[in-house]
């Protein structure tokens, strides 16, 4: 069985960094890529990045790069995902997936991650 | 970017009947659209790809159509575990990876 497990939620100063994990089993962590989305309150989802998790080779939103980092550790199978100089903007839930082998739909989720932007 | 546009934020249907909910692209995507449904509280799950192929587990309840720009969602007997909010999400040329804003479906 596949499944994503997410660090818990974040409350977190605006300037401040965040860093959430994503623990995956029941599957072949080096075979799929894994994406992150975010869902602010009221917003539709957004992509914000994924990580080869082979290579480690990354892509960002260019709304977002310089402050975003996707990593992993393939011993532990866990993908991580940092955003940098937090802004209010960057309140939302925020979700790892696994992008399917053709590159198309996300076909599993993480059960997702309250990041709170607040001073 | 393509846009992807649902029109319709909530449909009202009673339960057994039909729910329609429409999804538009801003330039033509094919049959690359995927929808998803997302219980309150929940993550989002995969419901259909390719426009119109059920995933496993799906219910045949579940239809989609379309092709181009214009596609359709299709709940033929509404059922009470059906609530919820449904995106369709386009994968014809990425990144992005865009969805739509999402249509609340509930019980009239």
């Known amino acids: 069985q596949v499944r994503l497990v997410q660090s818990g939620a974040e409350v977190k100063k605006p300037g401040a960094s965040v860093k959430i994990s994503c623990k995956t089993s029941?599957?072949?962590?080096?075979?799929?890529?894994i994406h992150w989305l975010r869902q602010a309150p009221g917003q539709r989802l957004e992509w914000i990045g994924w990580?080869?998790?082979?290579?480690?080779?990354?892509e960002y939103s260019p709304k977002l790069q310089g402050r975003i980092t996707a990593t992993r550790d393939t011993s532990a199978t866990t993908a991580f995902l940092e955003l940098k100089r937090l802004q209010s903007a960057d309140a939302a839930i925020y979700y790892c997936?696994?992008?399917?082998?053709?590159?198309?739909?996300?076909?599993?989720w993480g059960q997702g991650t309250q990041v709170t932007v607040s001073a | 970017e393509i846009v992807m546009t649902q029109y319709r934020a909530t449909v009202s249907v009673s339960l057994g009947e039909r729910a329609t909910l429409s999804c538009r692209a801003s330039?033509?995507?094919?049959?690359?659209l995927a929808w998803y449904y997302q219980r309150p509280g929940q993550a989002p799950r995969i419901l259909m790809y390719?426009?119109?192929t059920r995933v496993t587990g799906i219910p045949d309840r579940f239809g989609g159509s379309g092709s181009g720009t214009e596609f359709t969602l299709t709940i033929s007997r509404l059922q009470s575990e059906d609530v919820g909010i449904y995106f369709c999400?386009?994968?014809?040329?990425?990144?992005?990876?865009?969805f739509g804003q999402g249509t609340k479906v509930e019980i009239k």
């Open positions: 997936v696994r992008l399917t082998l053709a590159g198309k739909f996300f076909d599993s």
């Open positions: 029941g599957y072949n962590f080096l075979v799929y890529a």
């Open positions: 990580i080869n998790v082979d290579t480690g080779d990354t």
């Open positions: 330039q033509n995507i094919g049959t690359d």
């Open positions: 390719g426009a119109s």
């Open positions: 999400q386009h994968y014809n040329n990425w990144p992005p990876w865009t």
